[in-house]
């Protein structure tokens, strides 16, 4: 990996008795996007807020480059960009003049130019915040956590609330800092965002990491599917996955996709018949989520 800009190890947080995050440890690489899903209540936010250095860890150790986001805030926070739910400020003001006194409290060169073009929002600068719709606010909330071009960004639920447009929209953005070299934490709830946007993730669950790694990585911790009709009385080759059948199709959940496809397909073959409707694909992160909340992967 890259030199680590964020290294959290054995970090464990708590609320009085209540421990949300039980000893989780993980690096996001310069350049990296990495993104952190989790159920609900899995200890994301206490988490990230600690890596941000807006708590300290009751065990455990936190890095953001080099250093204790707490005692070294002043420095950790100069190279860093926070996307906040809402940034706060006043609905009066205009865009530009909201962007501009973003530029003046942070202490990196900001180009509110750059920011405005980078978002789109060029034919907005001279709109009261009020008046923006949903997208437009989440859009200048990017705009003004990327000021000054960070090298570090905290994304927590970029696209909440927002119309799939809205959202697909955001993601061009993240993609183009992607593309940019910035390192990106993102916290989301849409699976679809870590899976297009992220080079790793972690699903977390009740206080744990349950499962990380790279796309691949995540989806091979989960069988394959293959799924066809096989026609009446068809008895099936010798496979390495388990096969189920309803109706007249059958299920088969694999761990060797490949293997077990052209196995089937050479079956066929020599019986001179077509699968009908083969559907052969790896799981989904949908599959992976599901099998993390059921507790199968903790
Ligand atoms: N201030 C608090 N006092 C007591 N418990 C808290 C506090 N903040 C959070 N918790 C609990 O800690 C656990 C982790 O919360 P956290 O907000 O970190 O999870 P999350 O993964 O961000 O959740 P969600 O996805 O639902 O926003 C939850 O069970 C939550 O109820």
């Given at each position: 990996m890259a030199e680590p800009v964020i290294e959290v190890s054995g970090l464990r947080c708590r609320y009085g008795e209540f421990e949300a995050v039980r000893g989780i440890d993980f690096e996001v690489g310069r350049g990296e996007l990495f993104a952190l899903l989790g159920t609900n209540g899995a200890g994301k936010t206490t988490a990230v807020e600690t890596v941000e250095g807006l708590r300290a860890p009751d065990e455990g150790a936190v890095r953001v480059f080099g250093r204790d986001p707490r005692a070294d805030r002043a420095e950790v926070r100069r190279r860093t960009g926070v996307v906040l739910q809402d940034s706060g400020f006043a609905g009066e003001l205009t865009v530009l003049e909201t962007l501009r006194l973003g530029a003046a409290l942070t202490s990196r060169k900001s180009d509110v130019d750059a920011a405005v073009a980078m978002l789109g929002l060029d034919h907005r600068i001279g709109v009261r915040v009020k008046g923006l719709s949903g997208g437009e606010r989440r859009r200048l909330d990017l705009a003004l956590a990327v000021l000054g071009d960070p090298e570090l960004l905290f994304l927590d639920e970029p696209t909440?609330?927002?119309?799939?447009?809205?959202?697909?929209?955001?993601?061009?953005?993240?993609?183009?800092?992607?593309?940019?070299?910035?390192?990106?934490?993102?916290?989301?709830?849409?699976?679809?965002?870590?899976?297009?946007?992220?080079?790793?993730?972690?699903?977390?669950?009740?206080?744990?990491?349950?499962?990380?790694?790279?796309?691949?990585?995540?989806?091979?911790?989960?069988?394959?599917?293959?799924?066809?009709?096989?026609?009446?009385?068809?008895?099936?080759?010798?496979?390495?996955?388990?096969?189920?059948?309803?109706?007249?199709?059958?299920?088969?959940?694999?761990?060797?996709?490949?293997?077990?496809?052209?196995?089937l397909l050479e079956w066929a073959e020599q019986r001179g018949v077509e699968l009908a409707g083969l559907r052969a694909h790896h799981a989904s992160l949908d599959d992976v989520f599901h099998s993390v909340r059921e507790e199968v992967l903790v």
């Open positions: 909440t609330g927002l119309d799939p447009e809205s959202r697909r929209a955001a993601w061009q953005v993240v993609q183009s800092l992607r593309a940019r070299g910035t390192t990106v934490l993102l916290t989301t709830h849409y699976l679809e965002e870590a899976e297009r946007l992220a080079h790793r993730l972690a699903i977390m669950h009740q206080g744990r990491i349950a499962v990380a790694g790279t796309l691949l990585d995540v989806l091979a911790t989960q069988r394959a599917r293959i799924g066809f009709d096989p026609g009446p009385g068809a008895v099936l080759p010798e496979l390495a996955g388990s096969a189920e059948f309803t109706g007249t199709r059958v299920e088969i959940r694999t761990p060797a996709l490949q293997r077990d496809l052209r196995v």
